[in-house]
């Protein structure tokens, strides 16, 4: 069993800033892609941004320039820094892991979800 555990996140005025966290804990024998979506209120779950194993990157192209993702392998964690905060930002932030277990299942694991308000 996997799970994800997401923090961060919180009520910030617009311009301001973020970090938030996620950390793969369970029967891991190793993570593939981590990602970040978000879902805001009356819309539908979109990709903010996913990170491979090996570092590469790919940003949702509406949301390239205020969304940086990285992580850190040896933690199993994914951070996503989010820069110049607007109204507009304000969603619940999930964290997603496609998950090779100690079984040697794929498995693909989403977090509780984190919100985040951003306040005008």
């Known amino acids: 069993q996997v799970q994800l555990v997401e923090s961060g996140g919180g009520l910030v005025q617009a311009g301001g800033s973020l970090r938030l966290s996620c950390a793969a804990a369970g029967s891991i024998f190793s993570i593939n892609d981590m990602g970040w979506y978000r879902q805001a209120p009356g819309k539908q779950r979109e990709l903010v941004a996913v990170?491979?194993?090996?570092?590469?990157?790919n940003n949702a192209d509406s949301l390239k320039g205020r969304f940086t993702i990285s992580r850190d392998n040896a933690k199993n964690t994914v951070y996503l820094q989010i820069d110049s905060l607007k109204p507009e930002d304000t969603a619940v932030y999930y964290c997603?892991?496609?998950?090779?277990?100690?079984?040697?299942?794929?498995?693909?694991?989403w977090g509780q979800g984190t919100l985040v308000t951003v306040s005008s």
């Open positions: 990170i491979s194993s090996g570092g590469s990157t």
């Open positions: 997603n892991a496609v998950v090779l277990t100690t079984s040697l299942r794929d498995l693909e694991v």
